[in-house]
């Protein structure tokens, strides 16, 4: 196997060895860190809607940061997190990150669709470099989603390639929209010399920072209104680098909480942040560690390229919607086996989703009934699945594609 060549190390932090981040300063210029620059910078002079996007220009030449984003679902129950934290070298376009998961055991398992996770608790270790996306599977390989795969892979493998951005290295919701914000109103100037920017960002943007089944949620409402918009805030400190970004979405829980299959039960506060520190600190460099990287367009295949009767592993891919997953021999562990496939071309009626998944629940149920009974002893809930890969209309005439799928233990 190859041997890894850009795995990231951040060359600025290490451990004390009392468990203590110990960071690495910058020579001293003789002037105290605290100290604020002698006058605010030429940014704050451009025209106020030219002043974020300027900021995040000099955010980028700084040449790295520190960064985390979350997306905090606030409740009595315990808060709900999603988070990724990471250094970014926006000279080399790469990046290393954690993404975690936690939702306290008082919430219902019924959640966790809406928000996209399949465990209460997890931890992905991630590289972006190149445009690649490198996953760390839980044997210590890598898993590697290339750029330059080809269109129907990279389709199904959008959920990993994503974390590859434009607007930042690792890509993030807030940092496309703080790519994209045009300031309308005039920031206000706080103590230690940071400019604050309050806007409004639309039922678009509001979707770009939830899930899925959440952003759905929010689609369901026919029109763009207090519903469905949200306040935002940018925070550019005074030597005009972006150090905060925050959404408050509470304005939009009604709508999620009306729309969303779960409801969101307990959740009484939203937030989404994204924070920047440590710039020009955190460098991502080149470390040879001897690790191996596999090619995931050549480990992993599509569900519905696959036979029925085929058992497959897809808890090792760095993804969460099964549409790709490792084909085993049903002798060895793995976590789903595909029962059977669905081809629809019916006329359209309606909701062409809601029709379509309707239509293909229907066929897998009894494809599952008359499934060999070896198979069915090897299911985890004596329940079935099914996959979307395609959906489309023609004129007056649904077309789709679904796979039949159950999970084992």
Known sequence: MPVLALLLAVVTACDDGTGTRVERTAPSTGQSAAQPPAGPHPLFKKQVRDQVSAAHSVTEKTGSAHFVSTLVYGSAKGDI?????????????????????????????SLLEDLNEDTRKSRQSLIVADGDVLHHTSSGRWLRYSSAAGSEFAKKADEMLSHSGEAAPY??????????????????????????????????SVGQLLPDALRAAIWQ????GPTTQ????????????????????????PVLKKNAASHLP??????????????????PAPAPVGA????????????????????ADSKDTGMKVKQL?????????????????VAIDEPADGDEEQQADSIAMDECGRKYDSMPAGWRSDTIDNGYYTQRSDLSTLGDTLKGAYTCYFLTP
């Open 230 to 253: 949200a306040p935002l805030t940018v925070d550019v400190d005074a030597k005009g680098r972006v150090t905060r970004i925050e959404a408050n979405l509470d304005g939009v829980l």
């Open 171 to 204: 890509r993030t919701p807030l940092s496309d929209i703080l790519a994209e914000l045009s300031a309308e109103n005039a920031p206000k100037v706080q103590p230690d010399g940071t400019r604050r920017y309050t806007e409004k960002i639309n039922r678009q």
């Open 81 to 109: 997190v999603q988070r990724d934290e990471g250094d970014q070298d926006y000279t080399t376009q790469s990046a290393s990150a954690e993404h975690t998961f936690l939702m306290p055991a008082a919430h219902p398992a």
């Open 292 to 311: 191996t990287v596999d090619d995931a367009e050549k480990l992993l295949v599509a569900l519905q390229d696959m036979k029925p009767g085929t058992c």
């Open 221 to 224: 409402e026919n029109k763009d």
């Open 325 to 341: 997953a490792r084909p085993v021999d049903c002798g060895k562990r793995h976590d789903l086996r595909v029962f059977g496939q």
């Open 266 to 283: 307990g959740v009484r506060t939203l937030r989404a942040q994204y924070t920047l520190t440590h710039f020009g600190r955190a460098i």
